[in-house]
Nanobody, 119 residues
Framework: QVQLVESGGGSVQAGGSLRLSCAPSGLSLDTYYIAWFRQGPEKGRNFVARVDWSDGSTNYAAAVEGRFTISRDTVKNMVYLQMNGLTPEDTAVYYC????????????WGQGTQVTVSS
């Protein structure tokens, strides 16, 4: 059974930092990308960052590049999203997603974790 369990959301003031965690299980991780998406109020779910589990390579959305860092821990089987320099525009529910490498699809999702940034 595939599971993605997120944690680490919360409320922070603008300029602050948060670290989100995702615990994937039930997957052959070497064949997957693990990504973070976010969905703000009355908005669609948008890509934030992803890591290729097989080699650790990463990609970021332009809106977060230079502020957010995605990483994986192959011992603990965890994925992290370190978010620095947060702004109110980063307020959203953050979802961890898993998709087969090169498929272009993310079809396994966690339950989401709320991040709220106040000005």
């Amino acid at each position: 059974q595939v599971q993605l369990v997120e944690s680490g959301g919360g409320s922070v003031q603008a300029g602050g930092s948060l670290r989100l965690s995702c615990a994937p299980s039930g997957l052959s991780l070497d064949t997957y990308y693990i990504a973070w998406f976010r969905q703000g109020p009355e908005k669609g779910r948008n890509f934030v960052a992803r890591v290729d589990w097989s080699d650790g390579s990463t990609n970021y959305a332009a809106a977060v590049e230079g502020r957010f860092t995605i990483s994986r821990d192959t011992v603990k089987n965890m994925v992290y999203l370190q978010m620095n320099g947060l702004t109110p525009e980063d307020t959203a529910v953050y979802y961890c997603g898993a998709g087969v490498r090169h498929s272009g699809l993310y079809d396994n999702w966690g339950q989401g974790t709320q991040v709220t940034v106040s000005s």
